[in-house]
């Protein structure tokens, strides 16, 4: 049976670009502004603060996940900040170790941080299917991963690469897939927690060439047309044809970069008729047309 939330994060092709262990005592904050760089935490001990884009703190404590897939503004800092709000320095204790606020004395928190590169071509549209931010608690697996990307990113070691890119890629499933209560925003995390729209999703991830329509999905879901509309638009953030239009146009892209596929070959792999119908739709989807996409254009 298809996955379509593996079929996203492999798609994303994932990579660590940096990975670090932090750890700190007295007030201490650290303000970033990294616009598309997707950022983990894992707090190995003791408890922080996290901000992200100007919403109220929330406690981290042992034990704690977060990922931002496309993290924007954030902000990390001590229970009590300093009093005038300012990042403070940092001591580099050893190769990609360093120390927050107090220099001196037993660490209070520590923490294995890093980002992320994604190198698909389509990242954006990928990342508007999954969620802002992802808060996972009691999770354990999640903090050994992080542990391994790091200790691997750290190496000099052969495959290295393929190590971490596959590491990566088990990372950010399991904690999408922890992140799927009602809470979560709305994106496909959401559509695979809800049973009904979960059988709709993946038979659409299945067969994409299909020329599926919403009473055929509202079928397969095993509800009336106006009810998974509804649904579907409330819960994945997108309507039904939306999405299968964006998930075409994602797998097109991979094909036409990726694999070198012709125009026609790829037009009739992701369920176009014509190539000249694909093209058009293309072309209104990305901003240009398939044959200049694929040369680099």
């Excluded at 389509?122 to 200790?151: I, K, M, N, Q």
């Excluded at 176009?272 to 058009?280: G, M, V």
């Amino acid at each position: 049976m298809t996955d379509p939330l593996a079929e996203v994060v492999t798609l994303l092709q994932p990579g660590a670009s940096f990975s670090k262990l932090a750890s700190a005592a007295g007030p201490w904050r650290v303000a970033r502004s990294d616009a598309g760089r997707p950022f983990y935490c894992a707090v190995l001990e003791g408890r922080c603060r996290l901000a992200v884009d100007d919403q109220p703190s929330i406690v981290l404590e042992q034990g704690d996940f977060v990922l931002l897939p496309s993290a924007n503004e954030f902000i990390m800092s001590s229970l009590e900040p300093p009093p005038d709000d300012e990042p403070t320095g940092h001591l580099e204790l050893g190769p990609r170790h360093y120390r927050l606020g107090r220099p001196d004395g037993p660490a209070e928190v520590r923490m294995a941080v890093g980002y992320c590169a994604f190198g698909s071509a389509d990242t954006a549209l990928l990342l508007s299917l999954l969620p802002r931010f992802v808060h996972v608690r009691g999770e354990p697996r999640l903090a050994t991963l992080v542990e391994l990307v790091d200790e691997e990113a750290r190496a000099a070691r052969p495959a290295r690469d393929v190590i971490l890119a596959h590491l990566l890629e088990i990372l950010l499933i399991e904690a999408l897939r922890a992140d799927n209560g009602a809470a979560a925003a709305p994106g496909l995390i959401r559509g695979l927690a809800d049973e009904r729209l979960a059988t709709a999703l993946r038979r659409l991830h299945e067969d994409p060439t299909r020329a599926w329509t919403v009473p055929d999905l509202a079928r397969e879901a095993g509800l009336s047309r106006t009810v998974f509309f509804e649904r579907f638009r409330r819960i994945v953030g997108l309507t039904p044809m939306d999405y299968l239009i964006a998930w075409r146009m994602a797998l097109a892209k991979d094909m036409l970069r990726r694999e070198g596929g012709g125009v026609a070959e790829v037009a009739e792999r992701v369920g176009y008729a014509s190539a000249s119908t694909f093209t058009i739709a293309f072309s209104r989807h990305v901003g240009v047309p398939p044959a200049r996409y694929a040369k680099g254009a």
